[in-house]
């Protein structure tokens, strides 16, 4: 196995200091700690400090500004530096870029004023630290500043009334996240650059300036969380009414503020650009317009918690863009409108808590695609649950409660398998619970009370391992409370309450936990005092004596039977391995190795031994949270130890959640777990050794090179172990760090995606996951970088920096990708010039005269086209892996045939079936006949694509059948032989 991507570590040595002649000094995105050396900033020949992304802690010198007379951008971000910002920084009169985000910077005023001073400064961030006090005043004076971003301190007081008028270049403001107050000044309306105006969160007072529609260059509006209202008391013009000004406003966001207005009688005028409407919990009046479907590019429209009436307009079913409609809690009449129907892309629908009425549309089972939140509780709705509802098999939340519902509860509901949370509470429901909701692994929270339900507690409940509420009261419901329910671990809350349960309250597992408010008014029921219900009657000891006189002889008669014939078979089993030993060859015997390494215990002592005392010879790399090593185990196999730094926060989490996965997934293109070794003070994880070490180090290191089929083939690799985590196993899981150093290559150039170490788990598809584990920049997708969320699209991403990187050679932090441009906008103008051979690796090409010039050019094209498709800013307008995987195997059949005139090549075609070949024997342990059918049907086939005459080859596609017709038989073949093996074991035991 090779190793995580290699980071450098330790402190910076002082020595940098004493280089006379540097002037770009890029260190970030390592694991540096300690100190900054006070040598860095005396160095007059830089213009460049990059030192973000890394453990880099102290205090910056108070001298800083007095060495550095040519500096011009300063990168300190997301590092653990404190103390303030030294005011000497104002003699750094070159600085056109600092930036020091996420860090600990403190104190009261420590935005100095001397900031103001630098006459060329164009970017500032300092936003997600510890500042406080007041924003120095000298900063909205700064005519050369394009953005400034405080967000996330302390920061407090009010904004200049004449802020606006010494910006003249500003483009981005970014204030959110502090306690600021007062006013929002007309004044800002003269920053006419504006395009980013970003507030939320604060205290700002008083009305909305409708002085801000001036600003004709506003792409996003965010005042959302303060306490601003609009001034409609007069004539003049208040701000939504000059909504319409703003042609390029894409974000509006004004939720959480007491705005009491009435929305405008029609959106018609509005920008057609809009994609974000967030007005939420602002006391807003009125209908909705009828012409609100004219904002075709709307994805969300929030107007949750206002006093709204009148119908949901038809008109909505234009908003083809539309992920997310939250419309509850307000006063909407009416029906819900079949025309919803037609929002295919709609992920949350939320209706809660208004006064609609009539049925549920069945259409809306038709969402499969992207529905996920489906709440249209609290209203007046009295039609039956259609069945097509569960028809969604990827949705998360279901909320039908406090309707009218009835009718009964289809067993279908064992469909929605990824389902966290089902409340049909409240309704008129009755018949008995299915029991197919035992089937829902993900389920969290389940709630039924107060409906007519009947029957039995279904026993299947106790499968619900991820249960952490069940609500069953106020039912019907009869029989015992399955003991199977003692299973559920994670139950926290149960209330079976007002029913006609009878016989013994179990005692074990989450019982131990529960009280009598769980089961009040149910008169059968008996058990411990503390649930308060009467002790149960227990049986006579001679009725006990009677049954286990005719029980026990029974069973000791059945274990007799059962160790016979398993003794029988691991005799024969023996005997069979001893002969096999001695027939087949070492090539052979070395390939029955694997199987029994999957299941050997390694003890610390023999790791130990295996890397000569972790010796710094065996080091394959050096991980965030591990240091990983080779290793030959006593029996000689080689070896990957990965030892996870314990002494690191989030170390021991890493250990677990790669123990987790790692041996709960099988699948041929993901690194295989041999063994785990846990104790108090050292934990580590012994993997498959991968002798071709990391994609990366193909990539960029000296004498390595790769072919454009070799890359494609790598990654169809990646894409197949991707989409096995995403759509093949029983719970998605998210790996959450695709990067060319998670992906190790074999002997045959095999790819294995490696490093689980912050990967997820997901309780369903797409669930909206959180996390604080930070993944690589560069490669973590947007939504995962900003709010931590996690999803399966989040992967796809990754996976398009992915190929966007294994074919221009070119690391998406590399240093010319700052500022607007990034690898993404890279390839994506260059394919828009048509000039995709400027951008690709130079290597792959060829010369234009090459015959497979063109060929080449266009499998690369398709490509990269697919990769940008994987890139999509948005989640849900991201292609998922199954289509990213089918894609890129389209792409290479083409690209094979292109290359040789529409037949496959004699070297193209042995490649695919060496591959293929290879993954048979990696597979399983065939028989050696059957495998002996397998290959020579293979070789015939190779032979036949490689005949003479160019009419007379095999043609790829004909090719690729054949081989699965191969695999068919063998798996057909060997299935035959075993069964005949255990009738034979059977009949020859007796």
Same mark, same amino acid.
């Given at each position: ?49 990059? %030192? ?51 860090? +600990? %910077? ?57 802020? !606006? ?9 970014? #204030? ?5 107050? !007062? ?13 980013? %105006? ?43 009414? &000059? ?155 279901? =909320? ?25 509470? +409240? ?48 039912? +019907? ?5 399955? $003991? ?52 149960? $009657? ?9 049954? %286990? ?34 027939? #087949? ?86 690194? $295989? ?54 759509? !093949? ?22 790819? =294995? ?8 788990? @997901? ?95 266009? &499998? ?10 994987? &890139? ?46 290879? @993954? ?25 694509? &490689? ?44």
């Amino acid at each position: 196995m090779g190793g995580p991507k290699s980071k450098l570590g330790g402190t910076i040595p002082h020595e940098i200091g004493d280089l006379p002649n540097l002037e770009k000094l890029n260190l970030g995105v390592n694991n540096l700690n300690g100190l900054i050396p006070s040598s860095v900033f005396n160095i007059s020949t830089l213009t460049v400090i990059s %030192l973000g992304s890394n453990q880099l802690s102290g205090s910056l010198p108070l001298n800083i500004g007095l060495g550095l007379p040519n500096l011009q951008e300063l990168y300190l971000g997301e590092n653990k530096l404190g103390g303030v910002i030294p005011k000497s920084i104002s003699n750094v009169s070159q600085l056109t870029i600092l930036s020091m985000i996420y860090n +600990n %910077l403190r104190g009261t005023c420590t935005i100095p004023h001397e900031i103001g001073d630098l006459p060329n400064l164009e970017k500032l961030n300092l936003g997600v630290n510890n500042l406080n006090g007041l924003i120095p005043s000298s900063i909205f004076n700064m005519s050369t500043i394009t953005v400034i971003s405080l967000v996330s301190n302390q920061l407090s007081g009010s904004l200049p009334l004449n802020i !606006g008028l010494g910006l003249p270049n500003l483009q981005e403001l970014y #204030l959110g996240g502090n306690k600021l107050g !007062g006013v929002i000044p007309k004044s800002i309306s003269n920053a006419s650059q504006l395009t980013i %105006l970003d507030m939320v969160n604060n205290s700002f007072s008083s009305f909305i300036p409708s002085t801000l529609c001036t600003l004709t260059k506003l792409q996003t509006l965010k005042f959302g969380l303060n306490n601003l209202t609009i001034d409609s008391s007069t004539q003049e013009v208040n701000l939504l009414s &000059c909504l319409a000004n703003l042609r390029n406003l894409t974000k509006l966001g004004f939720n959480g503020n007491p705005l009491n207005a009435r929305l405008p009688n029609s959106f018609r005028n509005l920008s057609t650009s809009l994609q974000h409407i967030k007005l939420a919990n602002c006391n807003m009046r009125g209908n909705i317009p009828n012409d609100i479907g004219n904002l075709s590019n709307l994805i969300v429209l929030n107007l949750g918690n206002n006093q709204l009436s009148g119908p949901i307009p038809t008109s909505m079913g234009g908003l083809q863009n539309l992920q997310g409609l939250y419309l509850n809690g307000n006063k909407l009449q009416g029906h819900i409108p079949d025309e919803l129907c037609q929002l295919e892309n709609l992920a949350g629908l939320f209706l809660g808590g208004n006064q609609l009425t009539g049925s549920i549309p069945s259409c809306l089972g038709d969402l499969t695609r992207a529905l996920r939140y489906l709440f249209l509780r609290f209203n007046l709705l009295n039609s039956t649950i259609p069945s097509t509802l569960w028809g969604l098999t990827d949705i998360l939340q279901l =909320y039908l409660s406090s309707n009218s519902l009835t009718g009964r509860l289809s067993d279908r509901i064992g469909n929605l398998k990824v389902v966290q949370a089902i409340d049909l509470t +409240n309704n008129r429901l009755s018949g008995s619970i299915p029991s197919t909701i035992g089937g829902l692994q993900a389920l969290a929270s389940l709630s039924l009370a107060n409906n007519g339900f009947e029957g039995p507690i279904p026993s299947s409940f106790g499968e619900l391992l991820s249960l952490e509420i069940c609500d069953l009261s106020k039912n +019907n419901l009869s029989g015992i409370i399955p $003991k199977s329910l003692e299973a559920l671990l994670y139950l926290r809350y149960l209330n079976l309450s007002f029913n006609r349960l009878q016989g013994e309250i179990p005692t074990g597992g989450t019982f131990l936990n529960l009280s009598a408010q769980s089961f009040l008014s149910n008169e059968g029921l008996c058990g411990a005092p503390r649930f308060r219900v009467p002790p149960c $009657k227990r049986k006579s000891d001679r009725s006990i004596l009677m049954r %286990l006189k005719y029980i026990v002889p029974g069973i000791i008669s059945a274990l007799l039977l059962v160790s016979l014939v398993l003794i029988l078979i691991i005799r024969r089993k023996r005997k069979a391995e001893v002969a096999s030993e001695t027939t #087949l060859s070492p090539q052979l015997q070395e390939t029955t190795l694997l199987p029994q390494l999957q299941w050997r215990r390694v003890a610390y002592q023999e790791l130990l031994r295996a890397t000569n005392r972790f010796d710094e010879c065996n080091l394959l790399g050096i991980g965030a949270f591990g240091t990983v090593y080779r290793g030959t185990l006593s029996d000689g196999i080689n070896v990957a130890i990965k030892v996870f730094k314990l002494e690191l926060e989030r170390a021991f989490t890493s250990f677990e959640r790669e123990c987790e996965v790692l041996s709960n997934i099988c699948h041929r293109n993901l690194i $295989k777990v041999i063994s785990c070794c846990s104790q108090i003070d050292f934990k580590a994880i012994v993997l498959n050794y991968m002798p071709n070490g990391s994609l990366e180090k193909w990539l960029y290191s000296p004498n390595f090179s790769l072919n454009i089929l070799q890359r494609l083939n790598i990654m169809i690799d990646v894409a197949s172990a991707v989409q096995y985590l995403h759509h !093949g196993y029983d719970t998605p899981i998210v790996h959450c760090d695709l990067k060319p150093s998670n992906i190790l290559l074999d002997d045959d150039m095999v790819a =294995y995606v490696s490093d689980f170490g912050i990967a997820k788990v @997901l309780g369903g598809e797409d669930s909206m996951t959180q996390t604080l584990t930070l993944a690589t920049i560069g490669y973590m997708a947007p939504e995962y970088g900003l709010e931590g969320i996690v999803t399966r699209r989040g992967d796809v991403y990754s996976f398009g920096i992915l190929l966007l990187e294994t074919f221009t050679n070119r690391r998406p932090t590399d240093e010319m990708f700052d500022g607007e441009m990034s690898l993404k906008q890279w390839v994506e103008n260059a394919l828009f010039a048509d000039a995709i051979v400027e951008v690709i690796d130079t290597s792959l090409l060829g010369i234009e005269e090459d015959l497979a010039f063109v060929s080449k050019r266009e &499998c690369i094209s398709s490509i990269m086209r697919l990769a940008l498709a994987c &890139c999509v800013e948005s989640p849900e307008q991201r292609i998922n892996m199954q289509e990213a995987l089918a894609t890129l195997d389209k792409i290479k059949i083409k690209f094979l045939m292109d290359a040789s005139g529409g037949v496959v090549k004699n070297h193209h075609l042995i490649d695919v079936l060496h591959r293929k070949i290879s @993954l048979f024997r990696k597979e399983e342990n065939y028989d050696f006949v059957s495998k002996g059918d397998c290959l020579s049907s293979v070789m015939r086939l190779a032979l036949a694509s &490689c005949a003479e005459s160019p009419e007379q080859r095999t043609s790829m596609q004909e090719a690729l059948i054949e081989l699965d017709q191969i695999k068919i038989k063998l798996l057909k073949d060997l299935f035959e032989v075993q069964c005949r093996m255990c009738d034979k074991l059977i009949i020859d035991g007796f």
